[in-house]
């Protein structure tokens, strides 16, 4: 009897020692995302300002209910992205755009439920011009928020959303991609002069 168990133990201890492979958890996969070249063209619509967007991206009014003349999406369909951009005329009154700048930093502040950091950073553009940039991290509705101004007569602001429930790192690679597009909106913004 001891010789039958003999070569049922030896055939175990075999596959015992087989099963000890070199087994390595695959790390947690994301979604592969191909970003396309960044290549700029000219914006074309009539608004009191202008700037270079991506070749990926198209230009779309606002339809939201509240939306005022000028307000626009820069939509990026194939990341399913967009930066909304709302302007606002200051009329050469300082307290407007104290209010303005007031609910840009009111609607940053409003991440910081679900924002594990926010970073803000004032950016000099190539055209001398200054804007603020607001970088948040954590799952939140917005990534990157900003607002420029020539203080007298222009302020625009624009926020970065995604229309995708993924969490941040899956998207931070499109983050990146899209914050480019941002400074390079920010560093060929011309103001219109009125007519």
């Not at 009111?106 to 200054?130: M, P």
């Not at 969490?167 to 560093?187: F, G, M």
Request: proline fraction near 7%.
């Amino acid at each position: 009897m001891v010789w039958a168990i003999m070569p049922l133990c030896a055939s175990m201890g075999v596959s015992c020692s087989s099963s000890e492979s070199d087994y390595v958890p695959k790390p947690k996969g994301f979604p592969r995302l191909d970003l396309p070249a960044q290549v700029y063209q000219p914006m074309k619509e009539d608004h009191p300002y202008s700037f270079e967007y991506s070749k990926s991206a198209v230009i779309l009014p606002d339809t939201f209910s509240d939306a005022e003349p000028h307000w626009i999406f820069i939509a990026y369909p194939s990341l399913k992205a967009s930066i909304q951009l709302t302007y606002k005329p200051v009329q050469n009154n300082p307290q407007r755009l104290g209010g303005f700048i007031n609910d840009a930093y009111k609607l940053a502040g409003r991440h910081q439920i679900k924002a594990t950091g926010i970073r803000e950073q004032v950016v000099k553009t190539k055209s001398g011009q200054r804007a603020v940039m607001f970088d948040l991290e954590g799952d939140v509705p917005s990534y990157v928020q900003f607002f420029t101004t020539d203080t007298t007569t222009n302020y625009l602001r624009g926020a970065l959303y995604f229309s995708v429930a993924d969490k941040q790192d899956s998207l931070q690679p499109a983050i990146d991609y899209l914050r480019k597009d941002i400074v390079h909106l920010l560093n060929t913004l011309k103001w219109k002069k009125k007519s």
